[in-house]
C-alpha cells in the first residue's frame, strides 16, 4: 500500500525525523491560509498524487489533452519538453500560493509515471520554503537475495536512482543491515561519511538516518525512500520528499496505517480483484495472464516475453479458487481495454483444471469473449477441465504445453492487433 507524501510526512516526523513545516489542502482559500501562517519567503505548492516526477509533469484538463501530451513529450522523450505548469511550483506570495493550488486541484497530473491517463489532483500540500545547499538520495528496502534490508544512498539527489545507476554507478553507496541487529552507528557513519556530510554533522546524521531506520521497521515499511534529501546551508538534513510503501500482509499490525488509503489513487481492476480475494497486476502489454501461483505468473510472463510478446497484466486466482472466483478473474482480465489475447496458464493441484474450466465457460458467455483465448491446462481434474472447454462450444486454442500457449497467445495478439 502507498500512501501521499503529506502522510508519509506525518508518520516520519512522529519518529523524529525533520520534515518541512506544512498542511495538506484541499481549495485555494485553504491554501492562501497556510501559505500566510507559514510566514516564509516562498511556499511550495505540490500535488499529491502516488505518482513521481511531479514536478517536470504537466497539468492539464482532460484525459484526451493528458494522452497527447503523454504521448508527444513524456513517453516518447522521456524528456519534460511541454508549456504547462507541472505539479510542484514556488509561491512568493500567500496569493500565488492560493492561485497555484486552483490550478492544480480537479486537474489532471501527467507525469512519466502515471501513464497517458494521467491522475486527479485532489488534494495539494502547502510547505514552507527552506535554504536548499546539496540534494542528496536515501531509500530503504528488503534485499531479497540476502534476506537483509538495504540502505542505498547517493549525492546525486533529486534524479530518478536508476538513471544514477546508469550514468555513474560509483556514486550509489550501499549498506546491508542484518534486522535481527538493526542500523548500528558505524553503519550509519559509513552513510554519512559516503555522502560527504561535514565532520561537525556527522552525529546529527546518523540519528537521522537510525529515526529512518526505525520507521521504516516499525511501520513494516516495503520501501522508504528520500528523493531529495536535502542539506540545507546549515547543515542540517531534511526529508524534503517522502515516499512510503507497506507490506500489506503486515496491514493488519497498523489499523492507522491501513485508514491513510486512498483508494482514488488504486487501480479500479486492482480494488475489484482484492474483493475477491484475487491478486491482479496491471502491466504494459497486450496478452492478458491467469495464473495460479506467483511463481507461475513470472514464468508465464517470461515465456511471453521469450516469444516476443508483453503482458498486459496478470492476475493469480491462487490455489483454492471457487468457479465464481474464476469468472470474475476472467471479467477483470477482459475489463483492460489493451488486452488483445488472454493466455491462460494453470497448473492444477490445489486448484482444480475442472473448477477453472467451468469459471472460464461461464465468464466467457457472460462477458461475450470477442478476442483469442488460450488456455493451457495441467494437473488436478485435467481431463474433466480439458472436457469442460471442449463441450462448451467456444473458441479456445488449446496450448499444448507452457511454451506451445504462449507462442500461440503471442501469435494470436499479433493477429487480432
Given at each position: 500500500m502507498n500512501v501521499h507524501e503529506y502522510q508519509a510526512k506525518a508518520l516520519l516526523r512522529k519518529y523524529g525525523v525533520p520534515v518541512p513545516r506544512g498542511s495538506k489542502v484541499g481549495s485555494a482559500e485553504e491554501a492562501e491560509a497556510v501559505a500566510r501562517e507559514l510566514a516564509t519567503p516562498v511556499v511550495v505548492v505540490k500535488s499529491q498524487i502516488h505518482a513521481g516526477g511531479r514536478g517536470a509533469g504537466a497539468l492539464v484538463a482532460d484525459s484526451e489533452e493528458a494522452a497527447r501530451v503523454f504521448e508527444s513529450h513524456l513517453a516518447r522523450e522521456g524528456l519534460p519538453k511541454h508549456d504547462k505548469?507541472?505539479?510542484?511550483?514556488?509561491?512568493?506570495?500567500?496569493?500565488?500560493?492560493?492561485?497555484?493550488?486552483?490550478s492544480m486541484l480537479g486537474n489532471l497530473l501527467v507525469t512519466r509515471q502515471t501513464g497517458p491517463s494521467g491522475r486527479e489532483v485532489r488534494q495539494v500540500l502547502i510547505e514552507e520554503g527552506c535554504d536548499i545547499a546539496r540534494e542528496l538520495y536515501l531509500s530503504m528496502l528488503l534485499d531479497r537475495s540476502t534476506g537483509r534490508n538495504l540502505l542505498m544512498a547517493s549525492t546525486e539527489g533529486g534524479m530518478e536512482i536508476e538513471k544514477v545507476a546508469e550514468e555513474s554507478p560509483e556514486k550509489i553507496f550501499r549498506v546491508s543491515v542484518d534486522p535481527a541487529v538493526g542500523l548500528r552507528d558505524f553503519q550509519a557513519r559509513r552513510l554519512a561519511f559516503g555522502l560527504q556530510i561535514p565532520a561537525e554533522k556527522i552525529g546529527d546524521a546518523v540519528k537521522f538516518f537510525k529515526a529512518l531506520y526505525h520507521a521504516y521497521v516499525d511501520l513494516d515499511g516495503s520501501l522508504l525512500e528520500i528523493n531529495p534529501l536535502v542539506q540545507t546551508g546549515a547543515g542540517d538534513l531534511l526529508a524534503l520528499d517522502a515516499k512510503i510503501s507497506f507490506d500489506d500482509n503486515a496491514l493488519f499490525r497498523h489499523p492507522e496505517v491501513r485508514e491513510l488509503r486512498d483508494e482514488n489513487e488504486e487501480d479500479p481492476k486492482e480494488r475489484r480483484a482484492a474483493e475477491f480475494d484475487l491478486s491482479y497486476i496491471a502491466l504494459d502489454g497486450n496478452i492478458g495472464c491467469m495464473v495460479n501461483g506467483a511463481g507461475l505468473a513470472m514464468a508465464t510472463m517470461d515465456i511471453i516475453h521469450h516469444h516476443g510478446g508483453e503482458p498486459a497484466n496478470f492476475c493469480d486466482v491462487g490455489g483454492g479458487a471457487t468457479t465464481e472466483k474464476v469468472a470474475e478473474a476472467f471479467k477483470i482480465i477482459l475489463s483492460d481495454r489493451n488486452v488483445q489475447a488472454v493466455f491462460i496458464n494453470i497448473f492444477g493441484g490445489i486448484m482444480q483444471c475442472d473448477v477453472l474450466a467451468q469459471g472460464v465457460v461461464?465468464?466467457?458467455?457472460?462477458?461475450?469473449v470477442t478476442i483469442p483465448l488460450v488456455v493451457r491446462l495441467e494437473g488436478t481434474n485435467v481431463e474433466q477441465g480439458k472436457k469442460i472447454i471442449a463441450e462448451s462450444g467456444l473458441d479456445i486454442i488449446t496450448g499444448l504445453d507452457m511454451a506451445d500457449g504462449a507462442k500461440k497467445a503471442v501469435e494470436a495478439a499479433r493477429a487480432a492487433a
Open positions: 505548469p507541472g505539479g510542484v511550483r514556488l509561491a512568493k506570495t500567500p496569493e500565488q500560493a492560493g492561485e497555484f493550488a486552483a461461464e465468464a466467457s458467455k457472460q462477458v461475450g
